[in-house]
């Protein structure tokens, strides 16, 4: 990424129990123009799946995107995703970056953003709520009353 990107900015949201991380990360408008981008990233344990992210340009729109935790964790490392979403490292051997693309109907998008600031707040959700144990917080019998 080009410019002063000093990464991210974790904090926890203290009306709910989210956890946010804000990074400043770069959309790739072309081969040599870059636009400005502030990402927050949220996560909340009661849908661990799930990254709430929120794109913002300073004096331009903002969009809403639901990611998937885990393609956003395998992104770091391997192309990871499918369709809508997609996320891979920058090089394989240098992770200090990674790429995001979201695509909707006939627009797309590609961000570039620090992996290790979104790598060291990934592995936080994974503390908080591990891989293969997002079920373990469900009330069954809530769920199916609902059905």
Not at 20 to 49: H, K, N
Not at 95 to 111: E, I, K, P, V
Not at 118 to 137: D, F, S
Request: aromatic fraction near 8%; include cysteine; glycine fraction near 8%.
């Amino acid at each position: 990424m080009s410019g002063n990107h000093p990464g991210g900015r974790t904090r926890r949201a203290a009306s709910h129990d989210c956890h946010e991380l804000a990074l400043d990360i770069e959309r790739v408008l072309d081969v040599a123009t870059r636009q400005a981008v502030r990402a927050e990233f949220r996560f909340d344990p009661r849908s661990p799946w799930v990254v709430a992210v929120e794109f913002l340009v300073e004096g331009g729109p903002q969009a809403s995107w639901r990611i998937g935790r885990g393609v956003l964790q395998q992104g770091l490392y391997a192309l990871s995703g499918l369709g809508d979403v997609r996320m891979w490292p920058s090089k394989p051997r240098n992770r200090a970056t990674a790429w995001l693309q979201l695509a909707s109907g006939d627009m797309a998008a590609l961000f570039e953003l620090p992996a290790p600031a979104l790598a060291q707040w990934l592995e936080h959700t994974y503390e908080l709520v591990p891989a293969q144990h997002e079920l373990a917080g469900v009330d069954w019998d809530l769920a199916h009353a609902g059905l």
